[in-house]
């Protein structure tokens, strides 16, 4: 795990490693390319620590490298909704839910019940359609500009970019699931057993 931090860390933040730190030395003596490694390595202590897998913390809270990533990229975001949360709303019918995937994903994967698929490509024309005609095509009324509307896809990616689309044409209450579908089933899948 703490292998997986340090990659995690070195592509994140773009740190120096080792080896580039002893290239450096030549270009200001070794006490830069030592203080440069010793920077580098707090840091990394500190990220340890905060994700709670460095040696001062008890071990075992993010389980993997998408869990690090996910607690740290969208924890103070509040256009992001969790597994939890997206349940709720889907129970209280208080969300539109577009899948943002493919049809031959939704078709060979599945989808999470109550969204409406609409492939990430045709957002932009989709949220633009005239009523009679989004009808029509997805079978659901349109959106308002004031309505809850959530994005998922399979992983969080597409999604994102989705809420995007739809803040630049002017809807006000939009976030996106990043765990996508991939969460969702395994979610699902652990409540079954």
């Known amino acids: 795990m703490q292998g997986c931090c340090r990659q995690l860390v070195q592509l ?17 003596g070794r006490k830069i390319s030592q203080l440069t490694w010793s920077h580098r390595e707090r840091v990394l202590r500190r990220f340890e620590s905060v994700a709670g897998i460095g040696p001062l913390c008890p071990s075992g809270y993010p389980k993997n490298r998408r869990q690090i990533v996910r607690h740290f990229c969208t924890t103070e975001d509040h256009s992001v909704v969790s597994y939890q949360q997206l349940r709720d709303l889907l129970e209280s019918k208080a969300i539109w839910l577009i899948d943002v995937r493919e049809k031959w994903e939704i078709a060979e994967h599945g989808k999470i019940p109550g969204s409406i698929s609409i492939p ?6 989709a949220l633009q359609m005239d009523s009679v005609y989004f009808k029509e095509k997805y079978n659901q009324d349109i959106p308002s500009k004031s309505d809850h509307v959530v994005f998922s896809c399979l992983a969080g990616v597409r999604s994102k970019q989705a809420v995007a689309v739809a803040k630049s044409l002017g809807f006000s209450r939009v976030q996106h699931y990043p765990g996508g579908f991939n969460e969702w089933l395994e979610y699902e899948c652990s409540k079954k057993k």
């Open 12 to 28: 994140t933040f773009g740190l120096i490693t080792q080896p580039a730190a002893r290239r450096l030395s030549g270009y200001g």
């Open 120 to 125: 990430l490509g045709q957002v932009m024309e």
